[in-house]
């Protein structure tokens, strides 16, 4: 094993110190009303820059870059002649990774439409022609939501219903070749022995082979919200969380879609829970890898408050935006949580981005920046909300590229991780040092071993033949800690 001095940036810097506050600036107008705003969506580029996505009521859907300044002239999206299902609380779905950016939604009408998936290699500039994603035309499929693997292919869920609108459940397809075609897809089952709720989008999450959907279930009425857990990347899922133990129960179907990400081996989801006047926004956290959840309210009972609504949450690296809708007397506020290391959990105060009329919101974060977009009812525009924040090192080389998984030997003196074509591995320190790590490697699977390394936290860099690098946070446990570990 090599030891290698870093750069003096990497010295200086990896342990400074963060602070969680964010400076915003005024509102933007995304589009005006003429273009609609239902159920924004914000991805970034590979520059950083912010891509939204909405719709309108008349079935189209529209796309809008940043143009330095301002966003762009909205582009339309949908095939001429085709409309896609959207509202407030439900419509396309988006994501990206650098310059690849995928769009998936619910072709009309919803009774024999099809989940379609278009892609964009340069941007947003321009897209590809729509390929079908679900493999059924005796099956209702609806509320597409999507996901990226290491590989930069796309993952997307969506509800399956028999005709008639019964028997719901969700299904993840995948596929292997950035877009172009999909396999036939996985139904997760139901863990609670209800159904999911039939009228509540979900969300999708990956990292590594990890796949994890967070969907709100049905049993008897009683409403908590489940994450179904595939290890195999989504062959199969073989396990349930319970994210939610509030119990609401309620014969009627809220369509509120919970939403998550993975960090660091960590599931974190927000949801509502609770009737209309007495609805509040839960976190929960679980490891990817175990079967139960905590969870607690974001704010608790604030003085005034009538409800909370609409929770999305992004993160770059370990820096988390918590992003959602709440009513307090007559007032609806667009709120917002941020910290630069999530593991310590949220910060005690939370910035107020909006105040008016508002429904649905989302949330990314990336270089420095944060971008909300919200749906203003009262002007019936489509708005962005800037924040800048200092952003640290830890957080900067974790976004610098795709995270992968890596799985930690049982006696703790090495981890594996399944990747094509790694030509290197190297270990950061938090005293700026680097090493270049011994690899075994047999076809796609290598073990990196770290017995030699003191304990502490380090950045993984997996370097490839095709230019790609992964990055990940590894923890490196006691000898003494590992060595017991081996004797038990």
Known sequence: ???????????????????????????????????????????????????VLWGDRNGNAFIAKWAGKVFSEPIKINTPGKYVFTESWAGPDMISAGDTIYVAYEELPEENGHIFLKHSYDGGKSF??????????????RFPTIAIDPYGNPVVAYMRLD????????????????????????????????????????????????????????????????????????????RGIQLDKTNWTTKDCYPNAPDGIIVSDTLYSVYRSGP???????????????????????????????????????????????????????????????????????????????????????????????????????????????GRYNETLVNKMLAQSTMVGLHPSPTGKYFTVSIPNISACMMADLDGKEYEMDLQCKKNFCRVNTEDLDPGLYIVRIYCTDDKVYTYKYQVKELRERERKEKD
């Open 1 to 51: 094993m090599n030891k290698i001095v870093a750069a003096l940036l990497i010295l200086f810097s990896i342990r400074g110190y963060s602070q969680d506050t964010v400076s915003w600036y005024d509102p933007i107008t995304v589009t005006d009303k003429i273009f609609g705003n239902l159920h924004p969506r914000v991805a970034l580029d590979g520059a950083g820059h912010p891509i």
């Open 128 to 141: 590809s022609i729509p390929t079908q994603v679900d493999d059924s035309d005796s099956h209702i499929s």
């Open 163 to 238: 005709m008639g609108f019964t028997n719901p459940r969700y299904v993840v397809a995948r596929s292997q070749d950035l877009g172009e075609t999909f396999a036939r897809g996985t139904e997760v089952p139901d863990y609670s022995g209800g159904h999911v709720s039939d009228c509540c989008p979900a969300t999708v999450v990956e990292s590594g082979d990890a796949n994890v959907i967070i969907y709100r279930d049905n049993l008897n009425g009683t409403r908590n919200v489940w994450a179904g857990v595939s290890s195999t990347s989504a062959i199969a899922f073989k």
């Open 276 to 386: 209309g006047d007495s609805s509040m926004v839960y976190l929960s956290k679980a490891p990817v890898t175990g079967v139960s959840a905590t969870a607690a309210p974001i704010t608790g009972k604030l003085t005034g408050l009538i409800s909370q609504n609409f929770p999305r949450i992004a993160n770059a690296g370990d820096a988390v935006a918590l992003a959602w809708e709440q009513s307090i007397g007559d007032n609806t506020q667009v709120c917002l949580f941020f910290t630069n290391e999530i593991a310590n959990g949220l910060p005690v105060t939370y910035d107020t981005i909006a105040s008016g009329s508002f429904s649905n919101i989302d949330v990314a974060l990336g270089k420095g920046h944060i971008y909300v977009v919200y749906q203003d009812d009262s002007s019936g525009n489509l708005m962005c909300r800037i």
